[in-house]
C-alpha cells in the first residue's frame, strides 16, 4: 500500500541520469526482486484455486505480445480509448491546465500519453511508471527524442507499493496522474478502491487522476476480445509460464496447457486461466507441483464498471468526478477525477 511520501523525493538507484537534449533526465530501476517472484508463484501454486499475479505476465516478451493483444480486431479497449483520447482532449485541457507533471501508472506503450500530452497546454514533466523495464525504456527514450521541451523519466516499479518520485519531477505546479487500459480493472475491486485512495494520498488538494475503465457489456463483444482468433491473447497468457521456466528453473510443458478466458457475468469480471490438459507434475524453484487435467492457473481478472460503480470507488477514495466520457457505443470510458 502506498503511503503519504509515495511521491516524495528520494535518493533513488539511478541507471541513466543524462543531462543530453531528447534523452531521458531519468530511469530509475526498483524492479521487484526475483525471490518476489519465486514466491509469490509458490504461494498462488499452493491454493485449492491455483494463481498467479497478472503483474508476472510483463518480461519483454509479455510486454510485445500485450502490444499486439491491442492491434487485434477484437480487442475494442485499446482503439476505443485512444479515440475517445484524441476527441475529448480539449476537454481534458480546459480541465488539467498548464504546467501539470504527468505520472502514468502501467505506462506500457507510448501511444495514449502521446495524445494527452498533445492535448495538454505546456505540460512540464511526465513520468512512466512500469513493472516492465523493456517497454518503459522503449518508450521514454521515444518520448524524449519527440518532446524536447519536456522532461521526461521513468521508473520501473510495482505501482501497487509506494513509488518515490526524484526531484527532476517537480515542477511544483499541478500533478496530473493517469492510469489508462482499464488496468484498473486487474485489481480485486476492493483493492481497486484502496489504490485510488492510495494514488489521492500522493496528491495534493486540486489534482487530477485521469481513469481509463472498462464497461460492462455482453458476453457477445467480451468473450471474444480475450479469445482472439489470432490466438496473441493465449500467447500472452501462456508466456507468464515459459517466464517461470526461464526465471525459476521451472520444467512446465507448455504444449500441456491451453489458455481460457470467459466472462463471469455475477463478478462482472473476464476470468483468464491457464488449463492443464493431462494430469501431469513439474518443477517450480525447487518445488514440485501436481495439477490433475482441466485443473487451472488463475492468471488474470478484468474486471468491467457501470459508471456509477466507478464513481462510487473514486468518491469513497478521496476523488470528485469532474467529468466522465464515453464513446459512442458506451464500450469504454474516462474519468477526470480531482483531489479533494
Ligand atoms: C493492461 S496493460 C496496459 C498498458 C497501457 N497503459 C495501455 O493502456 O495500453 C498493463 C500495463 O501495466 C503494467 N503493469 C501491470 N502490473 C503492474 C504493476 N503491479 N506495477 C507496475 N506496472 C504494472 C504492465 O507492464 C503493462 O504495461
Known amino acids: 500500500m502506498m503511503d503519504k511520501t509515495a511521491f516524495d523525493a528520494a535518493a533513488p538507484e539511478r541507471v541513466v541520469d543524462s543531462p543530453l537534449c531528447g534523452a531521458p533526465a531519468f530511469l530509475l530501476d526498483r524492479h521487484p526482486p526475483k525471490v518476489d517472484f519465486a514466491a509469490d508463484v509458490l504461494e498462488g501454486l499452493s491454493r485449492p484455486q491455483k494463481q498467479i499475479p497478472p503483474k508476472y505476465f510483463y518480461d519483454a516478451r509479455g510486454s510485445d505480445l500485450f502490444e499486439r493483444i491491442c492491434r487485434t480486431p477484437e480487442y475494442y479497449v485499446t482503439r476505443t480509448e485512444l479515440e475517445l483520447l484524441s476527441d475529448i482532449g480539449p476537454d481534458i485541457a480546459g480541465i488539467a491546465g498548464c504546467d501539470v507533471t504527468v505520472i502514468e501508472f ?39 527524442r519527440d518532446y524536447a521541451d519536456l522532461t521526461v523519466g521513468g521508473i520501473v516499479a510495482d505501482f501497487t507499493t509506494p513509488v518515490e518520485l526524484p526531484p527532476e519531477a517537480f515542477s511544483g505546479g499541478k500533478k496530473l496522474a493517469f492510469f489508462p487500459g482499464s488496468t484498473i480493472g486487474n485489481m480485486e475491486r476492493g483493492h481497486a478502491r484502496q489504490f485510488l485512495a492510495d494514488v489521492r494520498a500522493t496528491l495534493a488538494q486540486g489534482d487530477g487522476f485521469l481513469v481509463g475503465v472498462d464497461l460492462r457489456k455482453g458476453r457477445d463483444i467480451l468473450d471474444p476480445a480475450y479469445n482472439d482468433d489470432e490466438g496473441v491473447t493465449a500467447a500472452f497468457n501462456l508466456n507468464v509460464l515459459r517466464r517461470i521456466n526461464r526465471e525459476l528453473g521451472g520444467t512446465i510443458d507448455l504444449g500441456k496447457f491451453r ?15 491457464l488449463q492443464s490438459t493431462a494430469d501431469q507434475r513439474f518443477e517450480v524453484a525447487g518445488a514440485q507441483i501436481a495439477m490433475t487435467r482441466d485443473e487451472t492457473i488463475h492468471t488474470e481478472n478484468s474486471y468491467k464498471y457501470s459508471v456509477p460503480e466507478f464513481i462510487l470507488a473514486a468518491e469513497s477514495a478521496g476523488f470528485c468526478a469532474v467529468r466522465t466520457w464515453k464513446d459512442r457505443q458506451s464500450l469504454f470510458s474516462i474519468h477526470y477525477l480531482a483531489a479533494v
Open 106 to 144: 502501467g505506462s506500457g506503450s507510448d501511444a495514449k500519453i502521446r495524445r494527452l500530452l498533445d492535448a495538454l497546454p505546456n505540460p512540464c514533466a511526465y513520468v512512466a511508471i512500469d513493472i516492465s523495464r523493456a517497454a518503459l525504456e522503449r518508450a521514454i527514450e521515444d518520448l524524449a
Open 259 to 273: 489458455h481460457l478466458a470467459f466472462y463471469n457475468e455475477a463478478d462482472g469480471r473476464i476470468e483468464m486461466h
